[in-house]
């Protein structure tokens, strides 16, 4: 698509542009709503956006990736079913203004680099992107665990994806060379340094596309929720999975239905991993990282169940591999992308070889990108 920005479209130049990044999880998949533990990192893939103000109340929002924009008046706004894509920016607004939030007038023009719909995040971080960029522009000054509750909010409520607080916690608060260890409870957290040594995080990409709006990511959800009821019924009062320890599954757990004992299984086992995994890198043992991140990918074809062919297919492969320390699948499942920590002077023949294979499989070609572990959101010069 031919290159355009903020002041081709708009007709004057833009007063801030932000950025905000998406991410990949390393291990704590389907935790993060079950009030758990997650372990993701902010990458160098992001969403830009450049933000002016204007005299009257109306919003203006070009989409440079789609070639599209819409225009509404910031006191009547509902869900566009046409332009899905403006409904991120819409839930964003709509969940400032419920918090009080004073806004004026804007012209938005967003690009960015991140995969959409393959499970790096992209969605989160075109509303982090938004929030961050608004609180930037009108000087709301929202606290970052605030704005990351925000835009869950926004995609929640406006966009109807349950979703938890992972993707938007992290596209804020990322560090460059970390990741971030997050208890999902109490959103306190630390940083956790990566010395990868001559090992480098690499995504995988099936190209198949997932919609969160996809009702399985719901589902899954719900089925947690049971099972909190459930073990309510016969353990003791719990709001979550988190707070259930193994043992105590383990005595309860042939009074539950099969597949809410798979699901609560998976949850309670991957919160431990993620403990476990966050001490394994701060020691830089990543031997028994990447030996955790084989387990969470099995726990979450087998008992999660939110793998796919493709996936388990790489994930396979590279465990097999002798220059791969471990892969998973991360984010929601049902497609997306996998991980892989590999020795940097194997990543290009690894990648043809799987390649090669993967295509004779499926008769379709997967996307490597090698990544870094990036900052949270912020300020930028004009784009
Ligand atoms: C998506 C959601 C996150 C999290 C993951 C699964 O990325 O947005 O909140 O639930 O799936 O770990």
Redesign the pocket.
Known sequence: MEERNYAEILGKEPDIAVRAPGRI?LI??????NKGF?LPVAIDRQITLTLGTRADKKVIIYSGDFGEEVSFDLSQDSYDSKRTWSNYPRGVIQSLKMEGCELKGFNAFFRGDIPMGV?L?S??AVEVAFAYGLDQLFGLSLKPKKMALLC?EA?NSFVG?N?????QFTSLLGRKDHALLLDCRSLEYQYIRLNLKDFRLIVIDTGIKRE?QDTR?NIR?NECEQGVKVISRCLKAIHSLREVSLLEFNNIKDFLPENLRMRSQHVIEENKRVRLCSRLLEKGDLQGFGRLMVKSHQSLRDLFEVSCDELDFIVEKLRKDPGVLGARMT???FGGCAIALIKEDHIESLAQGLSGKYRKRFSAEPNFYPIKASAGASRIGRV
């Open positions: 999880n704590g998949e389907h935790t993060d709503y997650v499970g995040g969605s989160a869950q995609e994806v979703c938890g607080i992972m993707d969160l990511y959800r984010g929601a499942g």
